[in-house]
């Protein structure tokens, strides 16, 4: 077998937390008469909370100053989390769970690599708290996606070399990041344009065909 563990991201991957916090940056940048759609929100898959910030600033012509920012990013991410409150164990698709199951059921390790420092929270409410053998977060790392960081780090908990891992995004940025980091990646929606991608897939079970 080619592969020994499988690192996913989390929002757009895992779950659909990426409508939660469109609308919690929406609301920031209506507030701020900042122009805001989906194709900017693109932008900020897999990137950092501050990193997404900046992003949206770029539409205003107007400058914030640090103290600004750090309240507008806990004000947005205060919003998110009051949004996950609405998610729950229901919200894990059977397509995501039974393609888990089955890909644990060959022996693979599966391992989370996300950019969310709300990771360990997102899991709990999908009821998957203690379900991956490693999860590598916002909380353990000093760069981003496309920096491979994050996912070099699940590869090590699990004490799995990047070569024998494959990484599961969504977004370009994390594409970007397996690749820096030596890893095989399938990409997903936005992610599977990619000219890094090593499979482009069009559903999650599609991982079945790869492993
Ligand atoms: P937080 P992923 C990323 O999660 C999101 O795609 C990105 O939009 C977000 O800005 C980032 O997490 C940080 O999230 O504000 O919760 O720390 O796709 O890497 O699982
Ligand atoms: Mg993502």
Request: glycine share 8%; charged share 35%.
């Given at each position: 077998m080619?592969y020994?563990?499988v690192?996913f991201?989390?929002?757009?991957?895992?779950?659909h937390t990426?409508?939660y916090h469109?609308?919690?940056?929406?609301?920031?940048?209506d507030?701020l008469d900042i122009y805001?759609?989906?194709e900017?929100?693109n932008r900020?898959?897999g990137?950092s909370?501050?990193?997404s910030?900046?992003?949206?600033?770029?539409?205003s012509?107007?400058?914030?100053?640090d103290?600004e920012?750090?309240?507008l990013?806990a004000?947005?991410n205060?919003?998110?989390v009051?949004?996950?409150?609405?998610?729950?164990a229901?919200d894990?698709?059977?397509?995501v769970w039974?393609?888990?199951?089955?890909?644990r059921?060959k022996?693979?390790?599966l391992?989370i690599?996300?950019?969310?420092?709300?990771a360990?929270?997102?899991?709990?409410?999908?009821?998957?708290?203690?379900?991956f053998?490693?999860?590598s977060d916002?909380?353990?790392?000093?760069?981003s996606?496309?920096?491979p960081?994050?996912?070099?780090?699940?590869a090590?908990f699990l004490h799995?070399?990047?070569?024998?891992c494959?990484v599961?995004e969504?977004?370009?940025a994390?594409?970007?990041?397996?690749?820096n980091?030596?890893?095989?990646?399938a990409?997903m929606?936005?992610a599977?344009a990619?000219?890094?991608v090593?499979?482009?897939?069009?559903?999650?079970g599609?991982?079945?065909?790869i492993?």
């Open positions: 080619k020994q563990a690192i991201d989390l929002d757009g991957v895992i779950c990426d409508k469109y609308l919690a940056w929406k609301q920031m940048a507030d805001f759609d989906e900017i929100n900020l898959r990137v909370r501050m990193e910030l900046e992003i949206i600033l770029e539409g012509s107007r400058t914030f100053s103290a920012k750090e309240k990013a004000e947005k205060e919003r998110y009051n949004l996950l409150g609405e998610m729950s229901a894990l698709s059977s397509e039974e393609t888990l199951e089955q890909l059921g022996g693979l390790k391992a690599g996300s950019s969310s420092r709300n360990k929270l997102i899991l709990e409410r999908l009821g998957l708290k203690d379900y053998e490693a999860v916002g909380t353990n790392i000093a760069k996606k496309p920096n960081e994050v996912f070099l780090k699940a090590e799995i070399e990047p070569d024998k494959l599961v969504d977004a370009r994390g594409i970007e990041a397996a690749k980091g030596g890893f095989d990646s990409g929606g936005e599977s990619s000219k890094d090593t499979y482009a897939i069009s559903s999650f599609d991982l079945l065909k492993v």
